[in-house]
């Protein structure tokens, strides 16, 4: 089991780097923590999110319990699928029927922030932002030292395999470098003529985060970075050696399809259904997949095994990306709609709405298997933090990166996902297609310079 001391450690080393990529600071604001009052008058809000269907009913509930205590106050709940989300907020920010609160990816924020799209925290809302969470994980849901919204969880990736599989094929455990990555694979692959059946490795396409954090997450573990002191750093030979790895799985040793590889809008598909099948015996992704996972898996999930990422030729150690997601709220919404919302997302983040001392946003997560981040709730969390699958990715805390919140942070993430995907698809060699992304990511920060 970890220990209480252990895991808020862990947390801070990686909220801490969170902070490092992040364009924000510490807020002086002084006042208490708000939620749980009856709001004048009668207000609706709208709750965007990207959540799966049982997630938003869990939400839905959550926002009935709310109502009880403010009857004046009603909440209605809206999810798009993930690759509209941005979209969604950006096109209906200024209309009537606009949300009225977002969960967003912190990629965004810098952004949103920038176009007016996003209001800034009132007092006693950043006060408790500032107080609860760890400091720099407060910092990383603020911009000029302003928080602009409620951190919620943080992710990081890390190498799942299919215990079963790996033991069919001889092996004793996970590759703890890329040539055993690349070994075992080929071991692990199966064809039916030239038709990959069963993948020893698998990518993902078709998601511009899905394909891309995995490949950074390697690229970090070979020494490498995708920007350093704001400047594209993708033409290093660590880059050269990432690109090369993709090339070799798909072309030359072909332990990875691109046929199983896609997304759909709902960030699940092929590369979801074929590991769920057994079709695929090792893939780098994400702890929130947990749910998926035992939805599709069942008894199965007892099958699958979490490993830190593979270490490269040029890397000294695993170094996963991470990333977190924080709730807003709109600045073009009226005054009494921005001041419920504040209300509410204090209430919904605060032990007030949950059990046993959690919040019961911390509990929507935890159903998803995603890491809150309050400091009360990994204090209210802390034996369900030790279960198996999670707990390869606890341990990786200390060792997470960030992936570089920037302006132009989402244009940089497309252009390099098209990058790889052609490169996976054997339209770009690997020399060429560390060409193209260093061009593209240049011409992306320049730009926003």
């Not at 699928?81 to 912190?106: C, E, H, K, N």
């Not at 977190?324 to 209300?343: G, H, Y």
């Not at 959690?358 to 204090?379: F, K």
């Not at 606890?394 to 098209?418: C, R, W």
Request: net charge negative; with cysteine.
């Amino acid at each position: 089991m970890l220990h209480r001391s252990r895991t808020l450690a862990l947390l801070a080393a990686l909220v801490s780097l969170l902070a490092l990529s992040a364009c924000g600071g510490e807020d002086d604001s002084g006042g208490g923590g708000g939620g749980g009052e009856p709001v004048g008058g009668q207000v609706e809000l709208t709750f965007l999110t990207h959540w799966a269907p049982e997630t938003v009913e869990q939400l839905e509930a959550v926002a009935a319990d709310y109502k009880t205590q403010n009857p004046d106050v009603t909440i209605k709940i809206r999810a798009v699928p993930f690759a509209d989300l941005l979209t969604t907020m950006r096109s209906q920010a200024g209309s009537d029927d606009g949300p009225t609160i977002s969960s967003i990816y912190d990629l965004w924020l810098p952004e949103l922030v920038r176009d007016g799209v996003l209001a800034e925290a009132p007092a006693d809302a950043a006060a408790t932002i500032t107080q609860e969470w760890p400091e720099n994980l407060a910092g990383a849901a603020s911009v000029d030292g302003k928080p602009y919204g409620f951190p919620n969880e943080v992710n990081l990736y890390a190498l799942n395999y299919n215990k079963r599989l790996l033991e069919e094929a001889g092996f004793d455990g996970p590759p703890a470098t890329w040539d055993e990555m690349m070994s075992m694979a080929e071991k692990l692959t199966k064809r039916d003529g030239d038709r990959i059946t069963q993948q020893g490795l698998g990518f993902i396409s078709s998601w511009a985060a899905g394909t891309v954090h995995p490949f950074t997450s390697l690229l970090n573990s070979n020494g490498g970075s995708l920007i350093a002191d704001g400047k594209a750093t993708l033409d290093t030979e660590q880059a050269k050696q990432a690109f090369q790895l993709v090339e070799d799985a798909f072309a030359n040793r072909r332990v990875s399809s691109t046929q199983m590889a896609s997304a759909d809008a709902n960030t699940t598909g092929p590369y979801l259904d074929n590991f769920v099948s057994g079709k695929t015996a090792m893939i780098i992704m994400a702890n929130w997949w947990e749910s998926a996972l035992k939805s599709g898996m069942k008894d199965r999930i007892a099958d699958v095994g979490t490993a830190p990422i593979p270490v490269g030729p040029s890397g000294s150690g695993p170094a996963p990306v991470s990333y977190s997601w924080l709730t807003v709220v709109n600045a073009k919404a009226d005054q009494p709609e921005q001041d419920a919302a504040w209300k509410f997302l204090s209430w919904l983040n605060s032990p007030e709405s949950g059990e046993a001392g959690h919040s019961a946003m911390a509990a929507l997560l935890q159903s998803m298997g995603i890491l809150p981040s309050r400091t009360s709730d990994l204090e209210a969390y802390e034996k369900d933090l030790d279960r198996p699958f999670l707990q390869g990715y606890v341990d990786q805390l200390q060792n997470a990166e960030p992936f570089p919140v920037v302006i132009g942070g989402q244009e940089l993430t497309e252009g390099l996902q098209k990058t790889i995907e052609a490169l996976q698809a054997g339209q770009l060699s690997a020399d060429e297609a560390q060409q193209r992304a260093q061009e593209d990511a240049t011409a992306v920060l320049e730009s926003a310079g």
